[in-house]
């Protein structure tokens, strides 16, 4: 699952994710819609989304509360975290101590570096 309020961002990431066949995406630019859309899914089948992409900051709702709401329904499921800003481990841990993050994306970022952390991932779902 890939959440960021840019649509621009979610096509471009959208794509280059899909682009070999076998990754699925389900993009959405509302945090909110997101959650939904996590939770209604995961009643059915637990391991529908093995990784969520997040923006740090967006409207409605921030990437750090939309983790750990999904964390709250699935806290196996492997998360990745955007932004814009340098994103510092320490801090990261100080705002959220019980929420496990499997990798951290500056962006700008290369579709090389996300796939490869994609890849690394799942390899451990």
Not at 97 to 123: A, R, W
């Amino acid at each position: 699952m890939l959440v960021d309020d840019e649509f621009d961002i979610i096509n471009l990431i959208g794509r280059s994710l899909q682009k070999d066949g076998r990754k699925r995406v389900c993009a959405f630019t509302d945090a909110i819609a997101a959650l939904e859309h996590f939770n209604s899914n995961s009643k059915h089948d637990r391991h529908h989304h093995s990784i969520v992409i997040s923006d740090i900051r967006m409207p409605s709702m921030n990437g750090y509360e939309l983790v750990k709401q999904i964390k709250k329904i699935d806290p196996q499921v492997k998360v990745i975290l955007m932004s814009a800003f340098e994103i510092k481990d320490k801090e990261f841990h100080n705002v959220l101590p019980d929420i496990k993050v499997d990798g951290f994306l500056q962006k700008p970022f290369s579709m090389k570096q996300l796939d490869d952390l994609t890849n690394k991932i799942s390899t451990t779902y």
